[in-house]
């Protein structure tokens, strides 16, 4: 069934890469609004993809004739780098909270089905082996250490969400990326440490001759699940087959791809000795362990790992993870030092 898909920050990471899945594999039309167009150069004069740049703190009357319109709102628009959390939690809450409650709002009020992105953050230090969406208990940590307000900001976003289900009978989706990975993640060129995830960090330091930081000795492990396995699971969820996603929370990530940062990190330099003009700088880059009250500040608090239980999406949306760390890493890399063109790099490595 053709659709009508509201996507707020389509510029972002996932946004551009749901944009374009959507345009090549349905019919559904797509209007979206972002204040950048860096990541849409393929997307942009495609007839079903309508584009307005704006800020969602500033162009409501846009937003709320746009989403009156459109059967799907996709907000996608938040902070969600570890260092802001630390550096600047009011602009997080700001935005990433109240910027967004204006957009649940109207979902409620103009009946609009709501897919939501949740956060695999919000398992917080967890002791389970893997996080359920249905029985894990939340564990923050205390106030000072700030890092946890997006945690709880989404926390806090969930369950008003849920409510209005309960009460209201609103359409809604939450979904929980789990460290999402891809050539389009950060600017990889971005030169102030602790701006992109960590994936783009270390290949910024790695082919700039820095040496990689191990945050307290990188044993902490992460479930890194490539782009374009989450857009896939989330178009499964747009899609709404037989109202499948209805009301339901889906973790999205990949429990075979659970690593180490320090494994990581000597997988990037392995595969760099793959391109010939990065080999010897590679080969020269040292690991070093960075305490993480000197890397992010007193205000951080890490989490030893973050295995994300996929049977929801398994059961409901008959969705699998496919693609291994060593190709993702490959495609992210051909992307940043080969070639910007991701849909090619993708066929010569298939
Ligand atoms: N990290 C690191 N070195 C860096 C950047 C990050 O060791 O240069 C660590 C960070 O402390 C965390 C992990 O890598 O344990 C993943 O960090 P990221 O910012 O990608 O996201 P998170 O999973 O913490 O939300």
């Known amino acids: 069934m053709s659709q009508k898909i509201l996507i707020l ?28 167009t860096n990541k849409l150069t393929h997307c942009l004069g495609h ?21 009156k319109k459109c059967d799907v709102v996709i907000p996608l628009v938040a ?14 809450f700001e935005l990433d ?4 409650m204006e957009i649940v709002r109207k979902c409620v009020k103009y009946k609009k089905r709501l897919v939501f992105p949740s956060t695999s953050e919000i398992y917080g230090m967890s002791m389970d082996k893997e996080f359920d969406e249905y029985t894990t208990n939340f564990v923050l940590g205390p106030i000072p250490k700030q890092r946890w307000i997006y945690a709880c900001i989404k926390q806090l976003l969930d369950r008003v969400i849920y ?4 009460k209201d009978n609103l359409d809604y989706t939450l979904f929980r990326p789990f460290n999402f990975i891809g050539p389009k993640l950060d600017d990889i060129n971005e030169p102030k440490e602790g701006s992109s995830r960590v994936v783009t960090q270390f290949i910024h330091n790695i082919i700039n001759g820095l040496p990689i930081k191990l945050v307290d000795g990188g044993e902490q492990k992460r479930s890194f699940t490539f782009i374009d396995d989450g857009v896939d699971c989330l ?3 747009i899609e709404n087959k037989d109202k499948a996603a209805s009301r339901r929370i889906f973790n999205i990530g990949n429990p075979y791809m659970n690593y180490s940062i320090k494994e990581v990190a000597q997988m990037i330099l392995d595969l760099l000795k793959e391109y010939e003009e990065y080999r010897d700088v590679a080969g020269k880059i040292q690991l070093i362990n960075v305490d993480s009250r000197e890397y992010y500040g ?3 608090q890490d989490i030893a790992h973050r295995v994300p239980s ?4 398994e059961k409901h949306l008959g969705w699998k993870p496919t693609t291994d760390l060593r190709t993702a890493l490959k495609l992210t890399l051909d992307y940043h030092l080969r070639n910007k063109n991701y849909e090619l790099n993708k066929m010569q490595t298939r």
Request: negative net charge; without cysteine; proline residues 2%.
């Open 163 to 166: 409510a209005y289900g309960v």
């Open 9 to 36: 920050g389509v510029n972002g990471f996932i946004g551009n890469s749901l944009a374009w899945n959507i345009l090549t594999t349905k019919d559904w039309e797509i209007f979206g609004m972002d204040m950048a």
């Open 235 to 237: 178009v499964r969820i």
């Open 97 to 100: 909270f109240e910027a967004n």
């Open 298 to 300: 007193e205000a951080y």
């Open 310 to 313: 996929i049977k929801e999406a």
């Open 47 to 67: 007839e079903r993809f309508h584009f307005f740049e704006g800020d969602i703190t500033i162009n409501r009357e846009w937003i709320e004739y746009h989403l």
């Open 79 to 92: 902070i969600a780098t570890p260092a802001l959390y630390v550096s600047d939690p009011i602009r997080v």
